[in-house]
């Protein structure tokens, strides 16, 4: 590995973001209108930001986010603390990534790309390609956004090494154990409100 140093500020970086994320979570889900929880969104999502931040210093100073450079667990560390940023941001990290996977695919933990490229439609308010976002509903209940080419979908999925979409779990306290959610449905399909995509979608925009 070219930068273990860099692999290990991404990690730690990654771990710190998805412990401040689930403690968010839990918070949010006892009182998800309170004035406190409110300003703390909106102090994570400060946090985040600057974690990003240094991700993309990290990303300019070894051009490339392969394997070989970061190692896999850094790759995928790069891609979550982006998913957790900014438009903008994500879409730089998802064209790094693609042109490590034109250069050499062998080189490119390909399972982030999905998740960055699905991300990227929804917030152009374009249907994904690979299923893996989700959106909570006023409800309290996930629905998935729009797929293009729904019976498609499980197919380009497995082009980059992923199972088939299956519905999300709570990862508030954890991966859960016990068995696989169900698979994803074509009925499982809705596009948002406006007031769930605002609430859920708009700290995203530059």
Not at 75 to 95: D, N, P, R, T
Not at 195 to 205: P, R, T, W
């Amino acid at each position: 590995m070219a930068y273990p140093h860099y692999r290990d500020k991404l990690v730690a970086m990654l771990g710190q973001d998805q412990r401040e994320v689930r403690a968010h979570a839990r918070a949010y889900k006892h009182s998800p209108k309170s004035p406190d929880i409110i300003t703390s969104r909106k102090q994570l999502n400060e946090r985040c930001l600057q974690r990003a931040k240094r991700m993309l210093k990290i990303l300019d100073e070894i051009g490339a986010p392969t394997i070989d450079n970061i190692g896999t667990d850094g790759a995928q560390a790069m891609s979550v603390i982006a998913l957790h940023s900014k438009y903008s941001i994500m879409k730089q990290v998802l064209a790094a990534f693609e042109a490590s996977y034109r250069n050499d695919p062998a080189s490119v933990y390909l399972e982030v790309i999905p998740s960055l490229t699905d991300r990227v439609l929804l917030l152009e308010r374009k249907k994904q390609r690979f299923g893996s976002q989700w959106l909570m509903g006023v409800d309290g209940k996930f629905f998935l956004y729009p797929v293009a080419d729904f019976k498609y979908m499980n197919e380009r999925r497995t082009q980059y090494g992923l199972d088939k979409a299956r519905h999300p779990r709570d990862l508030t306290y954890g991966i859960p154990k016990g068995p696989l959610p169900p698979e994803t449905q074509e009925s499982d399909q809705r596009q948002p409100t406006q007031e769930e995509y605002d609430d859920q979608m708009s700290e995203a925009f530059d």
